[in-house]
């Protein structure tokens, strides 16, 4: 008989504590494509963990590299010292990385990615004398995690709501999910491109030398795979060349594979200033994020005295050994096992397995990008995310783990995904939702 803990002391994250500890879900073990919980029931995981296991879990090669690490070096500061597995991996890092992005700072987190990122573009303008653009514009419904600078930038209101005044200096792009123009796209939806021009009355408003960067997340996933319209992304790069804004691409769920090509910014041929990735980095074995930075960026700090630090901003952790140890194995597995390109070769067998739930009772959009694809179900009148909850429950009984936002089902399997278990998802997906009311 499995033992179960008691649940009482740990506050879980973004969780109903209450819910949860009357009706627990615990995990003990992964393999691939499945977790197992304490009571031995193996459920197919269709979420990669939380978007991040993108190799599967439990991957033998980066278990074996964290394994060695941790009994050759546990630990180096980052600080005035280095060690060189962090300077392998910033130049592999960059290496695949589009454009000039040639330089890495590395974080333990999606959240610590963005504030990096967000301190990045400010101290830029700074360091090159328009120090007057701190303005940061983010999205409705953009995630950027849950750092105060993340939260000000992000456009998801319950994230936001209690805690304050938030960063001043901050405006928001309209989102572009609009259900009567957009529903059941197969990837990039047509409308919703001139969206972009709205950064145009943003920086009209307060004044282009006001505004230090744009933050999008190529893919919005968090709020439910929101796919950029086509053109959208384009015209965003456009009128912030055009402004001298910087571009940053949050990639904390768009890199390494997860939208069919390696980056977001490759899938959709545009190029930003700063990235933020996390998750797939580690193929998220060990915490750990990374802000890719344009060499002019980068050039534009490396002015005054030679011994003096050009950016005050560091964590105890950036570059952790076994961090390191894993997200080296994991970008080598990536390669080495073809999973970009498996990404891009199973897309359309995502896309075509999802879009077949079109007419299953409740459905009223269906997106995907490469491999996400969220199914985007009516509310219940008056109790909305009840029903978004219930299939979550009743998903996992029946063997398969989705990850529900609201009443919005969201799928992002691993990319070594094989074309059954995708007609596995979406064979118990529609059980359920014949199932429910
Ligand atoms: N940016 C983006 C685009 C993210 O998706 C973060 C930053 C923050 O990363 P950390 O590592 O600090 O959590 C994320 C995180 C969900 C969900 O349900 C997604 C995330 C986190 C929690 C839940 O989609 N993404």
Redesign the pocket.
Known sequence: MPVTPNLEAYWM??TGNRYFKSNPLLIETAQGMHVTTTDGKEVLDAISG??CCNAGHCHPKIVAAIQSQATRLDYATAFQLGHPGVFELAEKLTGIAPGNLDYAFFTN??????DTALKIAIAYHCARGEGQRTRLIGREK??????FG?ISVGGMSPNRKMFGALLPGTDHLPHTHHLEHNAFSRGQPEWGAHLADELENIVALHDASTIAAVIV?PV???A?VLVPPKGYLARLREICDQNGILLIF?????AFGRTGRRFGADTFDVQPDLM?V??GLTNGAV?M?AVLVDRDIYAAFMTGPEQAVEFFHGYTYSGHPLAVAAALASLAVYEDEGLYERAGQMAPVLEDAVHSLKDAPHVIDIRNMGMMAAIELEPRDGEPTLRGLEIYRRCFDAGLLV?T?GDTI?LTPSLIIDENQVGQIVDIIGQVLQSIN
């Open positions: 994250p973004f939380l978007w987190s999606g959240s610590e990615s963005v953009g995630y950027h995690g849950v750092g993340g997340e919005a996933g968090s439910g949050d990639e904390v769920i768009t933020t996390a998750k915490p994020g990850r936002t969201a």
